[in-house]
Every structure is written in structure tokens, then in C-alpha cells.
């Protein structure tokens, strides 16, 4: 697979969740299943090892980094030997810059093509720092940027940062979830000034996806206008509902190239931020956001609990019946009958 061209037409990626039992241990049963249901879904790759399938995995008592990794990449080579197709799949990569060598080692090795870089170890380091790093990790394999929101455990990264880290070499995209508009437009004006049209930027503002895919992002340089797109998403969101997100991309791509935009896309705009406030939890400043995205899961049968690694974290109140009421309130956005009719065998 080329992985550039792959990024640049725009894909659905989701963010892998971990399916645990009730005795928090992991199985591996539904989370084949978890990652069969993706491939079935028509995603372009997916993101493993990141924070919806939760940090902790790196622990010592955990152990679970490498098996994850491992399962979901033999599970995604055993389901496209069936109907061969290109398809991404990418590493979560943490940690000092020791700690992130050795992932990306570890993530290249498992025949993973990409790393997701997060920089949430860097809480209070220096911009030369910060650049330091990300050349270091990419010299080991090609890399996502992250600008990760400060209520998850990310950093404010402004201009000058993403101007600085699109002349490194071996970055291949950007994913950007900052879920606040004018650290958006940072990054996006940094990639339309710094000359790069090979990186892919993804959204994974799960807060403003369907405007994110539909903006062009216009600036002027240098005496002429530059215009850059979000060409897909890299999305905790999309780790359920996930055969209408394939869909829905599909859609966004026809609608970018009609000549007027059809008004009920901000319709269905608020209509998925809406499902994403009760997913993520958003009332609670997004303290609930993994156990919903197992919850969707659960409801589903593909994992047998909303368990985390973390024991105290949980749904928040009233959080399950936002869920019930979004999914009932949208149902064309859902993928309850797509799930129920291929969950034994992603379950076999």
C-alpha cells in the first residue's frame, strides 16, 4: 500500500476501544470481533493503542500494549486475506522519547505502517523539545501528529509548533482534535504556509465532524490563496455507528464537489454532535467518554462489559439514557441492524 496516497483520499479510521469482561480481563474474543465489525465496515484503517483503547494497557501490571497490538493486526491480515483491499494501520505511540522509540519499534515490527504521536508526556517542555522528539520517533516510522485536547490529557501546540513539525520529513498526517475552532485553524493555516500538500490532515474534533470535512480552509501566502481540506477522520466516534460513518463519508466526499451545499448537512451536523454529547460525555467534561463508547458496543453484543482498566471509570449519571435517547432520535445514524446481522460470525 502507498500510504500517502492511501491518507489523501480521505478514510474512515477509528479509534480501537479494549473489550474487557466482567472481571476486567481481557478478551480477546470480542475484541476480534470489534476490529472484524470495522474491516466489515468499509474503514480505510485503524488506530490502535490510543486513548480509546486506553493508556493503561502500557502498565506492567496490565501488560496488554503488545497484545493488543498484535491481535488486531492479525485479525485485520486474516479478514483482507478474504477481499484484499488497502487498509492503514496505525500504533498509538506515548511516553518520553525513550518510551516512544521503543513503541515505534515495537509498532513497525507488528507491521504497523504509521505511529499516532501523542505528546501528552510533554506537559510543560519547551517548542525545541517538543520537535526534538517528534523528529527522533519518526526516524523509526512515519508519524500522525495529534493535537489532543487539553480535557484529555493533551497540551496547547499553536502555530509555530505545527509550522515547525510540517517540515519534518516523515510525517504523513495530522490529526486534529483540540475541539476548539481557532486551535483548528492553527494547524490548518501552519500546513497551508509551510508548502506541504503529502500530509493528510484528519479530524478528530468528534464535536464539529461533519463541518470539519465540509470546510475548505482558505488563507492567503505569499501573494496567492491556499486551500487545504480535512479528508477524513481518525476518530474515537467512529469506534461505533461505524458502517454510517463509512457511508456518511461517502456522502461528504460527493457534497465537497456540488456546486452549492445543501443546507440540511448542517441539519445532520448537529445531529451527530448531539449523539457525540451523550457518547463522550461531554455534560461531565468528558469523564464518561470510554465507558460510552463500550456501552454503544455492549448494547450490541460485540463486548461482554463497559469495564475499564481504570475502575473508576464509569458512565456517568444519566449518561446511558442520553444514549438510548440519541440513538433513538437518529436511528438512520446508527448501525443496530448492520451489527445484529453479522455479530455471531465477527463473534466466531
Known amino acids: 500500500m502507498d500510504l500517502r496516497p492511501h491518507l489523501l483520499s480521505g478514510h474512515v479510521i477509528p479509534a480501537q476501544p ?20 470495522y474491516v466489515a465496515a468499509g474503514v480505510g484503517g485503524l488506530a490502535v493503542g490510543v486513548h480509546s483503547t486506553q493508556f493503561e494497557i502500557r502498565e506492567a501490571k496490565h501488560g496488554l500494549f503488545r497484545p493488543v497490538l498484535e491481535l488486531a493486526a492479525r485479525t485485520i491480515d486474516e479478514e483482507l486475506a478474504r477481499a484484499p483491499r488497502p487498509f492503514l494501520k496505525i500504533a498509538g505511540i ?13 509498532a513497525r515490527a507488528l507491521g504497523y505502517q504509521a505511529g499516532l504521536l501523542s505528546l501528552a508526556a510533554f506537559a510543560g517542555a519547551p517548542e525545541d ?71 493528510a490532515l484528519y479530524t478528530g474534533n468528534d464535536d464539529s465532524i461533519i463541518v470539519d470535512l465540509l470546510t475548505p480552509f482558505t488563507f492567503e501566502h505569499q501573494g496567492r490563496r491556499v486551500t ?19 457511508q456518511l463519508l461517502d456522502e461528504i466526499k460527493a457534497a465537497r464537489t456540488a456546486p452549492t451545499l445543501d ?3 448542517l441539519e445532520r451536523a448537529i445531529a451527530v454532535t448531539d449523539m457525540n454529547a451523550a457518547l463522550f460525555d461531554s455534560a461531565n467534561g468528558f469523564r464518561g467518554c470510554i465507558p ?52 455471531d460470525r465477527w463473534l466466531g
Open 18 to 37: 479494549l473489550a474487557l469482561d466482567a472481571n476486567r480481563k481481557f478478551s480477546e474474543r470480542h475484541q476480534r470481533a470489534i476490529t472484524r465489525y
Open 94 to 106: 506515548c511516553g518520553q522519547t525513550a518510551q516512544a522509540v521503543g513503541e515505534a519499534e515495537l
Open 129 to 199: 523539545a517538543l520537535i526534538a522528539h517528534c523528529r527522533r520517533v519518526a526516524e523509526v516510522i512515519p508519524i500522525i501528529g495529534f493535537y489532543l485536547q487539553p480535557a484529555a490529557g493533551g497540551r496547547l501546540l499553536g502555530y509555530s509548533f505545527w509550522r515547525r513539525f510540517a517540515e519534518i520529513p516523515n510525517v504523513v498526517a495530522i490529526k486534529l482534535a483540540p475541539f476548539n475552532r481557532y486551535q483548528t485553524i492553527d494547524v490548518m493555516r501552519a500546513l497551508a504556509e509551510s508548502g506541504r500538500d503529502d500530509i
Open 228 to 246: 487545504r481540506r480535512i479528508v477524513g477522520g481518525l476518530l474515537g466516534h467512529w469506534g461505533v455507528w461505524t458502517r454510517c460513518a463509512v
Open 263 to 265: 443546507a440540511r448537512w
Open 292 to 343: 460510552g463508547i463500550l456501552e454503544v458496543l455492549r448494547r450490541g453484543g460485540l463486548v461482554p462489559s463497559i469495564h475499564c482498566l481504570n475502575p473508576h471509570e464509569v458512565l456517568s449519571p444519566g449518561q446511558a439514557e442520553e444514549l438510548t435517547r440519541v440513538a433513538r432520535a437518529y436511528p438512520e445514524l446508527t448501525d443496530d441492524a448492520f451489527v445484529a446481522a453479522n455479530r
